[in-house]
């Protein structure tokens, strides 16, 4: 499903932010990244979400090399993989629905369909009755909700998360944590960066811990 090969990657001159990772992920496994700020979390999410591609070394995302894609390939690939960053990306001058069925729209889903799916998506975050408020209006934790509401409602068979429950508090952290398990129950492969070691206690299969550049694949939490 997924799979680094002696990927390196840095940002111009800088130094390496990963160094020589190799690591493979199954389909339906629930994985946390750990580590400090500034370990390469974020940059080893989008580089499985295809928004960064290594410095060198491979990554395969659903038998497809993510930095040999034609142009025209990337857009359907990236529907099979829900992302969920720190910078959500809303649209503010659209309504908090119109961000969710966006997604669906560009689709090409049938109107009612897609409309019956953007409410259950928002209402599975706890959103329901926040359709026809803007971003804006919203908290930041209303605000991340909704950004995982736009990356489930097309079904990925992948989902990504930097980070989701940073802005939450304990109540609304472990309602999308259950969130992300229920889709993992019917066979979506979940990647998560975290600090939260007691999420993780609770949640992890498997735990991906970085470290200057370089990974500890250990079962659980590492201790």
Not at 99 to 122: C, F
Request: aromatic letters at 6%; proline letters at 4%.
């Amino acid at each position: 499903m997924i799979e680094f090969q002696h990927v390196f990657k840095s940002f111009g001159r800088s130094r390496n932010i990963l160094a020589d990772v190799n690591f493979n992920i199954d389909a339906g496994e629930f994985i946390f990244v750990s580590g400090p700020s500034g370990a390469g979390k974020s940059t080893l999410l989008k580089l499985v979400g295809g928004l960064e591609h290594p410095s060198r070394g491979s990554v395969t995302v659903n038998g497809h090399r993510t930095d040999q894609l034609a142009a025209r390939a990337q857009p359907y690939l990236r529907r099979t993989v829900g992302l969920i960053l720190q910078d959500a990306h809303l649209l503010f001058d659209r309504t908090a629905f119109d961000n969710v069925l966006l997604p669906l729209q560009v689709q090409g889903l049938d109107g009612s369909m897609a409309a019956t799916r953007a409410r259950a998506a928002m209402e599975k975050v706890g959103l329901r009755g926040k359709e026809d408020l803007h971003p804006i209006e919203m908290s930041g934790g209303e605000q991340q909700r909704l950004a995982m509401a736009r990356a489930i409602v097309g079904r990925p068979a992948i989902l990504i998360a930097d980070e989701p429950t940073a802005n939450l508090d304990h109540a609304n952290a472990v309602r999308i944590m259950d969130v992300f398990r229920d889709f993992n129950r019917v066979g979506v492969t979940t990647l998560i960066a975290s600090h939260d070691t007691d999420l993780m206690a609770h949640y992890a299969q498997r735990t991906l811990h970085i470290a200057e550049g370089r990974f500890n694949d250990t079962p659980g939490v590492p201790a």
